[in-house]
């Protein structure tokens, strides 16, 4: 599979199967780097989900940690 052949639903099935919810999102950021340096580099035409793909956020920390 090429960074053209990749789709919002095979996003969201990785992120739905994945265990580590936060490693994951995070993964999803490296992935959208990814596909803008292969854009910029002349690799691919175009993103391919590019503002289609909407991950909800991390809950907000509960507990702070203090000096």
């Known amino acids: 599979m090429g ?3 990749i789709k919002p ?3 969201y099935q ?3 199967r994945a265990e ?3 490693g994951t999102r ?3 950021k490296v992935l ?3 596909l ?3 854009l910029e580099w002349g690799l691919i035409d175009r993103r391919s989900f590019k503002g289609e793909v909407q991950l909800t956020g991390e809950k907000a ?3 702070y940690s203090k000096d």
């Open 3 to 5: 960074f053209n052949d």
């Open 9 to 11: 639903r095979h996003v």
């Open 14 to 16: 990785y992120v739905d």
């Open 20 to 22: 580590r919810k936060t």
């Open 26 to 28: 995070q993964e999803m």
């Open 32 to 34: 959208s780097h990814a």
């Open 36 to 38: 803008t340096k292969a």
């Open 61 to 63: 920390r509960t507990r």
